[in-house]
Every structure is written in structure tokens, then in C-alpha cells.
């Protein structure tokens, strides 16, 4: 095959030409009908989400981060309490520079081991009072990972027991939702709040909507206005993120559906280790026997020469021999069948290992 020095195919949802600004501006006119304002976008998209996880309102945020940081503080000034409980891998602690104590004045309480889900008997072991309980769903960085729906329910059943509101880290809750085979509302309806994205997974530009009740989303729209997320600049994304939900969650069940075929395809190659194996999600890990200086060298090659955008991250882990990467199927495999991506993925490790061997 012809080297590609720029591949129109990918197997990352984040290949510079899949977000690139004409595609966009496409779908963003298609979302406006004849004489539509396009600041309608917001408030609708806010009802849509509130709709579908069954909340009385939603707000929408520029960011992930503002939207959860305003969640944990408002239900900490509510219950006179200020620290809150999550994953060590909780994504306000691991990656937002410890916003939520540095500008909101809370406190992490870490509960279980970073590489699996906590359960119920290690939050029996928090002692001290807690604001909130924060739960990923799914849990990104250790493979897309769900717990199951009864664990799922005691968890939320003891925090409720002690007073502690119940918060849904829901960034990709779209992937999660056919695992659980429970509509988006049953899953959001453990939870006081919920936070959601349709950038996660689904193809958006940049959103994040915090759903609750209508008293808990007006002071939420305080907040948003303190931290400088004004709404009125924010209808671009409002409508790339309805062009996502119309276009792209729907389709959710058979990229699940070819997230497992691949990870079958992928048991047999050297060097590569599924998780979690089979997939719960469309998003999972592969751990490939390569550092990760060598992953990335070897994708760069292949990238140019087979014209596939391969992912151009990988991640640490406890042996220098050893990486992660991460995938997640959406549309981009509409471009590539799981063959391919088999064969690719495995001449990836491949040729990494020889780089290691000098």
C-alpha cells in the first residue's frame, strides 16, 4: 500500500481530521431549521439530557471539570460537610491540579485500590462524614470497567444511609448504559447528580451537562456564572453535542457489539492483554508488551505507511517494558473492519518489541 502521510482513517476517535472545523461547521448547520435562533441550541439540549436521565433540570458547563467541581461543592454547602469520597482514579483528584480543594475548599477521601472497582466493604471503612460519594460509570482508567447493578445499588443505598449525597461521574454513562440493559434514567436515578458528555465517545466538541433538580440546577447556574462558563457563548457545542446524541448513540449497542469482536480478535496475538476482556463498554485497554517510547515510534511508522491513524498515547506501567493504550469504537470503524484493526494493532506490538531489542 502507497504511504499516507495523512490517513483518512483511524482507529481513534480522536484523529485530527474526524474534529476537524469544516466537518463541524457542517453539522452544526444541520442542526439549525429555517429561522431557528441558534442560542435555542442550549436550553433545548438541556432538556433533552434532563429527559433522558429522568432529572427535573440540566445545566450546561464548558467543561467536565467546572460541572463536577460546582456538584461536590454545592451538596458539601447543603450538608455542612466538606470531604467527599471517590476512586483513587477519580478524575478530579488524578488530572484538575485538586481544583475542588484548591478553589472549593474540599476534601478527597480515597476509598479502595487504584487497578479494580471499590466495593461496598471499603467504603464501610470511611469513618468520617461525607459530603458526597462520587462514582465513575464506566471506570476509564482501568479499562472501562462497571460494577454490577446490585453493587451498584448498595453503594448508593449506603451513602443515601449516612447522609451523603450520591454523584455520577457519567462522562461516558452513553457507553455503559447497554451493559446495564436499564434505561439511562434507571442508572441516573441512584444518583442526586449526574454529569454527562457527548464528546466522551460519541464524537461532540466539547460539553459536559450537570443534571439534578431544579432547586440543585439553579444554584448551579450561579456557580457556572461565578467560574465564567457563560451559556451565551456556548451554542456551537449545544449543537455538536445534539448532532452526537442523534447520530451516534443509537449506534452505542453495536459499537459494543464490535468492541468485543475485536477483543476476541485480539486473544491470540503476542504481546497483547485485553482489559477488561470481554469489553463492558465500547472503551477498553489493551496492555501491550512494549515500552511505551517504542509504541509510540512503531505507531508513527505504521500510521504513515498503512494510512490508519493509530493512537498516538501510550501509557505507563509498573515494568519500563510494558504500556497501555486505549480504545474506543465508534463510527472511525466504519472505515476499518476488525480484521484490519487486528493485524494493525498486532504489527504495532510487534515491531515495538523489536525497537526494545535494539
Excluded at 182 to 187: D, P, W, Y
Aim: proline share 7%.
Amino acid at each position: 500500500m502507497p504511504a499516507a502521510t495523512s490517513p483518512l482513517r483511524s482507529l481513534s476517535l480522536h484523529a485530527p481530521h474526524r474534529g476537524a472545523p469544516e466537518l463541524m461547521l457542517v453539522r452544526l448547520a444541520k442542526q439549525l431549521s429555517p429561522g431557528e435562533q441558534p442560542y435555542d441550541a442550549v436550553p433545548r439540549l438541556e432538556q433533552r439530557i434532563a429527559g433522558l436521565l429522568g432529572k427535573q433540570a440540566a445545566v450546561l458547563f464548558p467543561t467536565g471539570t467546572m460541572a463536577q467541581q460546582v456538584a461536590m461543592r454545592l451538596h458539601a454547602e447543603e450538608r455542612g460537610r466538606r470531604a467527599v469520597a471517590f476512586h483513587p482514579y477519580c478524575h478530579l483528584d488524578e488530572s484538575e491540579q485538586q481544583g475542588y480543594t484548591v478553589v472549593h475548599g474540599l476534601h478527597g477521601v480515597r476509598v479502595g485500590e487504584r487497578e479494580r472497582l471499590l466495593t461496598l466493604a471499603e467504603l464501610t471503612e470511611v469513618g468520617e462524614p461525607l459530603a458526597a460519594l462520587l462514582l465513575e460509570l464506566p471506570q476509564r482508567s482501568i479499562g472501562g470497567q462497571l460494577p454490577e447493578w446490585d453493587d451498584l445499588v448498595a453503594q448508593t443505598g449506603w451513602a443515601r444511609a449516612r447522609g451523603a449525597a450520591t454523584h455520577l461521574d457519567g462522562a461516558r454513562l452513553f457507553l455503559a448504559q447497554p451493559y446495564y440493559q436499564r434505561s439511562l434514567a434507571e442508572i441516573a436515578g441512584l444518583f442526586d447528580s449526574v454529569y454527562v458528555s457527548a464528546t466522551k465517545g460519541l464524537g461532540g466538541i466539547s460539553d459536559a451537562v450537570l443534571a439534578g433538580t431544579e432547586e440543585f440546577c439553579r444554584a448551579a447556574r450561579v456557580w457556572r456564572h461565578r467560574l465564567g462558563g457563560a451559556a451565551e457563548v456556548a451554542w456551537p457545542s449545544a449543537l455538536a453535542a445534539e448532532w452526537s446524541l442523534e447520530a451516534n448513540l443509537p449506534r452505542v449497542p453495536e459499537y459494543l457489539a464490535t468492541a468485543r469482536e475485536l477483543a476476541r480478535g485480539l486473544r491470540g496475538v503476542e504481546g497483547i492483554e485485553v482489559l477488561c476482556d470481554p469489553p463492558q463498554t465500547p472503551l477498553f485497554h489493551l496492555h501491550l508488551a512494549a515500552s511505551p517510547e517504542s509504541v509510540l515510534v512503531a505507531g508513527e511508522r505504521l500510521s504513515e505507511e498503512r494510512g490508519v491513524y493509530l493512537p498516538r498515547y501510550a501509557g505507563t506501567m509498573p515494568s519500563p517494558r510494558m504500556s497501555a493504550i486505549e480504545i474506543t469504537v465508534g463510527d472511525q470503524f466504519d472505515d476499518v473492519p476488525v480484521a484490519e484493526a487486528v493485524e494493525l494493532l498486532g504489527e504495532l506490538v510487534a515491531r515495538a518489541r523489536k525497537l526494545d531489542q535494539g
